[in-house]
């Protein structure tokens, strides 16, 4: 490096050092923090974070850190608010959990035992929910990628629903239903101009879409009775939850009035948010980089819960077709993050501090490797073992992966930290499990917290499973003088 | 979406497809392709792509899809150059593979039996290089998370080499030492001012590094042999390495001169690229994106190459020690991505073809559950079916796990593809294993191509191993009545 820029990178930094206190309290967000309770937890002195009475602490003392821990009762709390029929409304809706957000068969089986159906994407979710037990009119079959057999074993169980993510996939469904002599019961996943579309569902707009109902319903095989769309892009609004569906609505009158077709199964997709949890804005990352600036934290008041969200589509969808005089459809709902995203927490341990110019690393044993999400989300972090002390220093929270990727907090102010220390990342049980690598790190045991008792979900990875399915694991020649000497 | 909104959005998307083909032209890349010789991959008439004369192809018929490559035999050239002594040298570098890079052990046994070392990260890595029967000389220990057994077990054992990753560790080893009365031999990571620090080593500037040297050089139970540093960002070209290289050795003279220390061992780290790959450059990301522009191929052979490097290495340490009349240190290097970056390659198919209204959609078996990297680095990608067919159309080739994150290639020419063809991505050598998960599909196969012949390393994951750590696995009840009805 030259002595030119080796100088100018000296009075930047020198620069962001003496801003850095003016702009965080100047640029200060309205809200740094989303206080414990909101999640149930407790401070008990002498013992810190309690959840039902627990002591965060003491669970990761007896099932090793990092540790993932689900809340039964929350995740019951919104089972039962999703399944809930809405005030003065004769039903609700159907529920089925978007497997791929928490793949947990511990997880998966509760809210199976308490009537949610299972979403699936892949040959292997389809196994597994048959495995759990999950009766076929329960699945609906959603996705991109849908193997040969998968879909031949869809249809002979006879599944609820199988949606075509586009139109090209009703040629393999049709041709399968009419080897195997039955008529499966088929949606189209259609895309509106709300959110993302990408790779996924046939658009509304110029027509495509009811070009591939027509499709469809020309072949005998085929026994089409949904619509499937999803936003796409995070709800957290009525107004972003109206505006589609209002757009999937209008379409449907088009297959009324174009096809004479009135559907049976109305199915609304996912993508309603975890209140607490919201995508970190470019701008909120790039100040909190520089400036160490708090990132704001959600109001998880403020966004769209679960039983408005189920009361508006049910209010949403009957309202259009009583003004209409036709009888309104039944309403599936694929909630995922909504779900389970704040029933579920990742407890780590800080291992090592290491001081630098203008902040302080904590090391902690659980990084992007179980945790990918918290790179570009606001996620709630608890010190377990002195939540209310004064957060009075500034942290860059790593994990232990050896690369500068690791980072899951830039500059975030934690009270004052010790080696050993209890850190709890909340709301993860949505797309942490799945995301989650053995990069050089085994991967950690999930318990259940339940009414004060805890349940082993899964044990922690261990070094053998790692490499158990390896077929060179002894001992290899090494020449143990140098070649270089 | 407001009718006004909705206007400007088709405005835009004309225009952008107006401009496309103009804009392909007239910004056209220099290089966009990197031929398949490069990699010793030949086409055969009505074969299409063989490796050492096996068809690609057939690998995936007889293996499935997707599936692991490992081709042996440029494995060992690469191992080959890293040990080679550089012409007119009297020795060479001694080298320590990055496990975290490419942890298979059917790789990492090959490297050892040709003399190369381990440079672990963590416990499990220290466990699976003793389980391979590396003998403890040929064990680096790096990295800012070493568990207390972990240390525990190096020391006992005698590794060649434990660095501290920053001053906060040395404490530790001390006490450990003390404790089992050994004295093993350090190492202290240092950072320079060339590529990224973050939460790695102790930066030179300022003292910082002199200091933690007399720290350490101050407890009896430490033997400060060594100095670890790594360039951190990528290294392409000679004058990288060299800058990074002078300022080491500065700061090795300071060591000799205040503190009266001469190293044994000066570990250069890593960041060699693989010359095939290059990180893609934002601006180049959005051309593609928007305006469908190729993703510009790297240079192969403007690259630093392996052999060019360890002679580099040898010669900036050797003359600089030699104009101060000292024994020059040996020399340790910790190549990551440059040893298996370019050796290993990853076959997936086309699943299902989906029209859109300005590009074709390919939806393969495998995306960034398997292949993270390709998000973010040049990857060349192969046609096996018909490599030499005109690349007439356009794909967004994405992967099968249910979210738009899954793209691989934003826009791609390709030869026309059908469903079932074979694709080839390559230089998986490196990340791509260690950043796998299991996101709604099981992990794939992995095999060593070797003189012809094929031989399984890794079998691929199945359904039962997906839940195998499951207490949970049963049927649950599952109510098959619906409860909105």
């Known amino acids: 490096m030259s002595l030119k820029n080796r100088l100018v990178g000296t009075a930047k930094r020198q620069m962001k050092q003496t801003l850095r206190p003016v702009l965080q309290r100047a640029m200060a967000p309205k809200r740094t923090e989303i206080p414990a309770s909101y999640w149930g937890l407790e401070q008990r002195p002498g013992q810190g974070l309690c959840l039902e009475g627990v002591p965060l602490k003491a669970l990761v003392e007896r099932w090793g850190s990092p540790l993932h821990v689900v809340h039964m009762a929350a995740l019951r709390r ?20 978007s497997y791929k957000t928490n793949p947990i068969p511990g997880v998966l089986s509760v809210l199976h035992g308490m009537g949610v159906g299972a979403e699936i994407i892949s040959a292997y979710e389809l196994w597994l929910a048959l495995k759990l037990g999950v009766a076929p009119e329960r699945i609906v079959y959603n996705g991109p990628v849908k193997s040969e057999a998968s879909v031949r074993e869809a249809i002979s169980r006879g599944i609820q629903l199988l949606a075509a993510n586009h139109a090209e996939e009703l040629g393999t469904f ?16 259609v895309s509106t101009d709300s959110g993302w579309a990408a790779q996924f569902g046939t658009p ?17 095989h085929l026994d089409v009775v949904g619509l499937h769309a999803h936003r796409g892009a995070t709800i957290r609004t009525e107004g972003e939850f109206t505006g589609f569906v209002e757009a999937v609505l209008a379409f449907t009158d088009t297959l009324h009035q174009e096809l004479g077709l009135d559907l049976e ?10 209140p607490s949890v919201e995508h970190i804005a470019e701008r909120d990352w790039r100040l909190n980089l520089t400036f160490f600036r708090d990132v704001p934290a959600p109001d998880p008041d403020g966004a769209l819960g679960i039983s408005r969200y189920v009361a508006l ?15 309104r459809p039944r309403i599936f709902l694929e909630p995922g993050r909504a779900m389970t995203g704040d029933t579920q927490l990742l407890l780590g ?16 044993d659980a990084g992007v490797n179980h945790a990918e999400c918290v790179r570009n989300e ?21 994990g232990p992966i050896c690369t500068p990727g690791d980072t899951l907090y830039h500059a975030k102010r934690l009270p004052e930290l010790t080696e050993g220390d209890t850190l709890a990342i909340m709301d993860a049980g949505a797309y942490f499990v799945p995301f989650a690598t053995s990069f050089s790190y085994p991967q950690p045991a999930i318990i259940a917290l339940d009414d004060g008792k805890e349940r ?30």
Chains 1, 2 share one sequence.
């Open 265 to 274: 199964v109305l199915d609304l997709g996912g993508s309603l948010c975890t």
């Open 78 to 97: 919104n089972v039962e608010r999703f399944l809930a029929v809405p005030q003065g409304r004769a039903g609700g809706c159907e529920v089925f959990y």
């Open 313 to 327: 589509a049910v209010e949403l969808v009957e309202s259009h077709y009583a003004r209409r005089g036709r009888q």
């Open 174 to 189: 049709a041709r399968i239903a009419a080897e195997l002599g039955k008529r499966p019961r088929v949606a189209l996943r």
């Open 349 to 364: 341990r800080v291992h090592t501090l290491k001081q630098g110019d203008d902040r302080t690393w904590a090391v902690l």
């Open 456 to 485: 082993l979900l899964r044990r922690a990875e261990t070094f053998e499973d790692q490499i158990a399915l390896d077929t060179v694991t002894g001992a290899a020649a090494t020449p143990s003088k140098t070649e270089a000497a």
């Open 204 to 220: 509304i707009a110029g027509g495509a879409a009811l070009r591939a109902y027509a499709q469809a319903r020309a072949s005998s």
């Open 378 to 398: 606001y996620h709630q972090l608890f010190h377990v073992d002195r939540p209310d002390a004064p957060a009075s220093r500034v942290y860059t929270v790593v």
